[in-house]
């Protein structure tokens, strides 16, 4: 198991620095539970943003998957059953996705069901998006596509929190943590989603609707960060939330994105704040 939690968190780096440095101040247990749920939402994310797969192959690929998952909590079948999958597509996929029954193996026993449960809808709700070819009319679409790429992941982390620490946390606020993630990756990302022919933006949204949809996710989220005490889950909250400050603050002045020096000195005073070593 050390082996494959040497290679987890080796993939974490190349896969979200983002997600790698909050994940590296989790507590044993709680470290492997994250970083595996981490792992299997992006491996299935990847299907769904790949460039060079048609869009039937990504929603044969994503239905299967959510499939795959939901009936087997045994883990060689449900590894069996993956690898046939995927046979058919192995120069194509990265190699985090042809590892994802490694990433759920990493996660502690306990939490298996649910990093399942939540793969499983997850990548279900990713091929309905993908079968309506991301077409967002309105909000509530906006709303919809976010809670199965992003709120979803609020969800299990909470879930997670519950399991380790016995902490509960406002489910509501936890879907917008995730969606106030994920809003501000659509405004930091528009030019190359609207360059491979995709638009996240409803119907006559401009940035402004969409700073404003990002914004109210964040207070939100904001709100969920302040439920928590100080801690080591604290600041794995902390610190990706304030990079969204941080990004929405540096779109708004008309730069890209933030600086690499930006990202350390955010991370850097989050640390402090939380008196995390």
Not at 84 to 101: G, H
């Amino acid at each position: 198991m050390s082996h494959l939690y040497t290679d987890a968190m080796n993939m974490l780096k190349t896969t979200s620095r983002t997600f790698f440095i909050p994940i590296s101040y989790l507590s044993p247990g709680l470290q492997e539970g994250v970083a595996g749920a981490y792992l299997a939402m992006r491996a299935i994310d990847e299907i769904e943003d790949h460039p060079d797969l048609t869009p039937e192959n990504k929603i044969h690929l994503l239905r299967s998957v959510s499939e795959i998952l939901k009936k087997h909590t045994d883990h060689t079948e449900m590894q069996t059953e993956l690898h046939i999958l995927s046979k058919s597509y192995q120069a194509m996929l990265p190699e985090v996705t042809l590892r994802l029954s490694d990433w759920i193996m990493l996660t502690p026993e306990p939490l298996t069901p649910r990093i399942l449960y939540y793969t499983s809808t997850m990548a279900e709700g990713m091929a309905k998006w993908v079968e309506k070819d991301w077409y967002i009319e309105n909000k509530e679409d906006l709303d919809d596509y976010t809670y199965y790429v992003a709120g979803l992941v609020g969800l299990l982390l909470s879930d997670l929190w519950e399991w380790y620490d016995n902490l509960n946390t406002d489910r509501d606020l936890a879907v917008a943590f995730g969606r106030g993630l994920q809003s501000v990756n659509i405004i930091r990302n528009r030019s190359e989603d609207l360059d491979r022919g995709v638009d996240f933006f409803p119907n006559e949204w401009k940035e402004e609707e969409m700073f404003a949809y990002a914004r109210a996710n964040i207070a939100s989220a904001d709100a969920y960060l302040e439920s928590i005490p100080p801690g080591h889950i604290h600041i794995f909250c902390k610190i990706p939330l304030m990079l969204a400050h941080g990004t929405l603050a540096a779109i708004a002045n008309h730069e890209e994105k933030l600086s690499r020096s930006a990202v350390e000195q955010l991370v850097s005073q989050a640390v402090y704040e939380a008196g995390i070593s």
